[in-house]
């Protein structure tokens, strides 16, 4: 939750390969106070069942910049090892491309950030959401 004094941030992710939620994928939160002081990481969770994340670390007071990291590579693997078992037709490599997307954005103290992740094996897309 913001304060007059910090910002919030959350984020959720939708596997648009498969039109659902990304479940089980960690997710890392770092905040900085400052273009160029450096990146102090702050913990992290992993989605639910939902793709979301309901339980990041609250940001410092005096954050300017958040970065959240996103461990692709493990889900995708995951589900590349899920669709193996179930012995399902092959119609394209479900490896990933990025193992790792990294989103980087400037917050102000007050507001909230919802930063939505829509991701597939060969792309991702970001935006703030609400």
């Known amino acids: 939750m913001s304060t007059d004094t910090t910002a919030s941030v959350s984020t959720h992710i939708l596997d648009t390969s498969i039109g659902r939620p990304a479940a089980s994928v960690a997710v ?17 969770s992993a989605t ?6 309901k339980d990041l670390p609250a940001l410092p007071e005096g954050t300017t910049h958040v970065r959240l ?3 692709t590579e493990t889900y995708f693997a995951s589900k590349k090892q899920a669709e193996a078992q179930q012995d399902a037709p092959r119609v394209r490599d479900s490896g990933a491309f990025f193992p790792e997307v990294a989103i980087a954005f400037a917050v102000t103290p007050g507001e909230h950030y919802h930063v939505p992740l829509l991701l597939n094996p060969f792309g991702y897309s970001v935006y703030r959401g609400s």
């Open 48 to 53: 639910d069942a939902d793709g979301r994340c």
């Open 69 to 71: 990291d996103f461990d």
């Open 28 to 44: 890392t939160l770092a905040a900085r106070s400052g273009g160029d002081a450096p990146w102090t990481a702050l913990g992290g």
